[in-house]
């Protein structure tokens, strides 16, 4: 059974071990936080290729030792020749194949720019290191990585590129203790490491790239890659009992996340960790918070939404939590929205914390895997909807909507908390869950991850907006949910469906305590 790790000195917690060892190692050798997390998402592009690579976003929020939170995004636009008239005849831009690769990856840019504030000094050499030797020598296939190969290959080795030739280089799906041997990606990464991480986008390396996109047939060229830039929007932020809670700003769903948690907070009612009223007030905040997200959460260029003036006036969010029948459950017909990411975190010995979450969107992305570099392009652009006007509508240099949001928590006693979890629509509710098992009920932080957990709509490959929730929770809970109102749905033992949760806490003194989810292959790693 895990427990939660305590140490002093430095810590680092992803969904695979090899990623959180790296990202230890970094600390260990003098790095900071921030050049932990490099180490940790180099490592995971390699280790857990089915989940995130370079090819994807990322999303960063950064606690200092001084008290600030800022943050990065590593967000790409549409292509300049994604257009309406690029999809015509289609009713949705394809989730696989080439014209869902239509955005920018940003990832890169996203690590620069981190790593340009961070002040640190470890050379990139070093921080790229493991994930180098690992993609050179290869990485034993975990068993839900095979699982996940093997189901996604049918819709995948089809695909131009050299998905096949990388992930069935036998001709069949890899099986669980396989080798992954991914050469073409660590010359990549020995590229950044010779070229910089700019050449990303604007260098050799970037010519390599818009070349094999062109001859691949996606949209995004040369120029689009020049054309990309970081941002480093402010995180939102609203107060509750005791804390002060972070999330990354639009074009992410961490609006949501907040408003979530904001309105637990101003519940009467919240019972006893994991009792009705406690799952039934987080499911209901949720679907407020899904409300407003679904009806406004997108690229900010195209919003004149005031996100972090709704989180300052508590008036408003009094009047959404009063909406909160805290018997009955609201009817819930609403949509769901996609996607499977990482999210990692580190601290490191000077104070400085680090929530960040990156994705190539779908298992594996796009399905495009580019020959030249080994890089897997994300389909994140799939998620546009072909309209002229309205939510989420295609435009070139326009950002899709992002369910990516990395949450942290400054409490007032001093405490710093990272939180996170892989995801797509769980992801907001997974941080509740866990967040208020620990900040509200005082549940041990590897408890509040390890503990079964629920989900309002879609899981990995289902489309269903029922309730889910896994087997674990006292029994007359279930019966207590349905008779609410909710659609209750169980899914049997803890299952990867609830994303990879992890966290990290900083105590005032310093001490460090972490958790990793089992329904993922990480660890908390610290020295």
Same mark, same amino acid.
């Given at each position: 059974m895990?427990?939660?790790?305590?140490?002093?000195?430095?810590?680092?917690?992803?969904?695979?071990?090899l990623a959180?060892?790296?990202g230890?190692?970094?600390?260990?050798?003098g790095?900071?936080?921030?050049e932990?997390c490099?180490?940790?998402?180099?490592t995971?592009a390699?280790v857990?290729?089915?989940?995130?690579?370079?090819?994807?976003?990322?999303f #960063?929020?950064?606690?200092?030792?001084?008290?600030?939170?800022?943050?990065v995004h590593g967000?790409?636009?549409a292509?300049?020749?994604?257009?309406?008239?690029?999809?015509?005849? =289609?009713?949705?831009?394809?989730t696989?194949g080439p014209?869902?690769a239509n955005t920018?990856?940003?990832?890169?840019?996203g690590?620069?720019?981190?790593?340009?504030?961070?002040?640190g000094?470890?050379?990139?050499?070093?921080?790229?290191r493991?994930?180098?030797a690992?993609?050179?020598a290869?990485v034993?296939?975990?068993a839900?990585?095979?699982?996940?190969?093997?189901?996604?290959g049918?819709?995948?080795r089809? $695909?131009?590129?050299?998905w096949a030739?990388?992930?069935?280089?036998?001709?069949?799906?890899l %099986?669980?203790?396989?080798?992954?041997?991914?050469?073409a990606?660590?010359?990549?990464?020995?590229?950044?490491v010779a070229?910089?991480?700019?050449?990303?986008y604007?260098?050799?390396?970037?010519?390599?790239?818009?070349?094999d996109?062109?001859a691949?047939?996606?949209p995004?060229?040369?120029?689009?890659l020049?054309?990309?830039?970081?941002?480093r929007?402010?995180p939102?932020?609203?107060?509750?009992?005791?804390?002060?809670l972070?999330?990354s700003?639009?074009?992410? !769903?961490?609006?949501?996340?907040?408003?979530?948690?904001?309105?637990f907070?101003r519940l009467? &009612?919240?019972?006893?960790a994991?009792?009705f009223?406690?799952?039934?007030?987080?499911?209901e905040?949720t679907? !407020?918070g899904?409300?407003?997200?679904?009806?406004?959460?997108?690229d900010p260029?195209?919003?004149d939404?005031?996100? !972090?003036?709704? =989180?300052? &006036?508590?008036?408003?969010?009094?009047?959404?939590?009063?909406?909160?029948?805290p018997?009955r459950?609201?009817? #819930?017909?609403?949509?769901t929205? #996609?996607?499977?990411?990482?999210?990692f975190?580190?601290?490191d010995?000077d104070?400085r914390? %680090?929530s960040?979450?990156?994705s190539?969107?779908?298992e594996?992305g796009s399905?495009?895997v580019?020959?030249?570099?080994g890089?897997?392009? !994300?389909n994140?652009g799939?998620?546009?909807?072909l309209a002229?006007?309205?939510?989420?509508?295609?435009?070139?240099?326009?950002?899709?909507f992002h369910?990516?949001?990395p949450?942290l928590?400054?409490?007032d006693?001093?405490?710093t908390?990272a939180?996170?979890?892989?995801?797509?629509?769980? $992801?907001?509710?997974?941080?509740?869950a866990?967040?208020?098992?620990y900040?509200?009920y005082?549940?041990?932080l590897q408890?509040a991850?390890?503990?079964p957990r629920?989900?309002?709509?879609r899981? #990995?490959?289902?489309?269903?907006?029922?309730?889910?929730?896994?087997?674990?929770?006292?029994?007359?809970i279930y019966?207590a949910?349905?008779?609410a109102g909710?659609d209750?749905e169980?899914?049997?033992p803890?299952t990867?469906?609830m994303?990879?949760?992890?966290?990290i806490?900083?105590?005032?003194?310093g001490?460090l305590?972490g958790?990793? &989810?089992?329904r993922?292959?990480?660890?908390?790693?610290?020295?």
């Amino acid at each position: 059974m895990l427990t939660t790790v305590t140490s002093a000195n430095g810590m680092a917690t992803s969904p695979h071990f090899l990623a959180s060892r790296a990202g230890r190692d970094v600390l260990r050798d003098g790095g900071n936080a921030v050049e932990a997390c490099v180490a940790v998402a180099a490592t995971l592009a390699v280790v857990y290729p089915h989940m995130t690579g370079m090819g994807g976003d990322g999303f #960063w929020v950064i606690a200092e030792p001084d008290g600030r939170v800022h943050g990065v995004h590593g967000c790409g636009g549409a292509a300049a020749s994604a257009d309406l008239s690029l999809y015509a005849g =289609l009713d949705a831009v394809p989730t696989r194949g080439p014209l869902a690769a239509n955005t920018v990856a940003g990832t890169i840019s996203g690590w620069a720019a981190a790593l340009e504030s961070a002040g640190g000094t470890m050379p990139l050499e070093r921080l790229l290191r493991d994930a180098i030797a690992h993609a050179k020598a290869g990485v034993a296939v975990t068993a839900g990585g095979a699982a996940i190969a093997a189901a996604k290959g049918g819709e995948l080795r089809g $695909q131009p590129g050299a998905w096949a030739a990388t992930f069935e280089p036998e001709g069949r799906p890899l %099986v669980e203790g396989d080798m992954l041997r991914q050469p073409a990606l660590a010359q990549t990464l020995e590229r950044l490491v010779a070229e910089g991480l700019d050449s990303f986008y604007t260098g050799a390396l970037a010519a390599d790239i818009a070349a094999d996109l062109a001859a691949l047939s996606s949209p995004v060229s040369a120029a689009d890659l020049a054309a990309h830039a970081a941002t480093r929007p402010a995180p939102l932020h609203v107060p509750i009992a005791g804390a002060i809670l972070y999330n990354s700003a639009p074009p992410t !769903q961490g609006f949501a996340s907040l408003l979530i948690l904001a309105l637990f907070d101003r519940l009467r &009612d919240k019972g006893a960790a994991d009792s009705f009223a406690h799952v039934h007030s987080v499911v209901e905040a949720t679907k !407020q918070g899904f409300l407003l997200r679904d009806a406004h959460v997108g690229d900010p260029a195209y919003h004149d939404y005031d996100y !972090q003036g709704l =989180l300052d &006036d508590p008036a408003a969010l009094d009047a959404l939590a009063a909406r909160i029948d805290p018997a009955r459950a609201l009817p #819930w017909p609403q949509p769901t929205q #996609w996607g499977d990411t990482c999210w990692f975190a580190a601290a490191d010995k000077d104070g400085r914390v %680090v929530s960040c979450i990156q994705s190539t969107y779908f298992e594996f992305g796009s399905g495009i895997v580019l020959p030249r570099t080994g890089i897997t392009w !994300q389909n994140r652009g799939s998620s546009f909807r072909l309209a002229t006007t309205g939510w989420n509508a295609l435009r070139p240099g326009r950002k899709p909507f992002h369910t990516l949001n990395p949450a942290l928590a400054r409490f007032d006693d001093g405490r710093t908390m990272a939180y996170g979890t892989m995801g797509g629509e769980g $992801q907001p509710q997974t941080q509740a869950a866990l967040f208020t098992r620990y900040a509200h009920y005082g549940v041990d932080l590897q408890q509040a991850i390890s503990r079964p957990r629920w989900l309002l709509g879609r899981t #990995w490959g289902e489309q269903s907006l029922t309730l889910k929730l896994e087997d674990g929770f006292d029994e007359g809970i279930y019966a207590a949910l349905a008779a609410a109102g909710h659609d209750i749905e169980r899914i049997g033992p803890l299952t990867a469906t609830m994303g990879h949760a992890g966290a990290i806490v900083r105590h005032a003194d310093g001490r460090l305590d972490g958790a990793t &989810d089992p329904r993922s292959d990480g660890e908390v790693a610290s020295w």
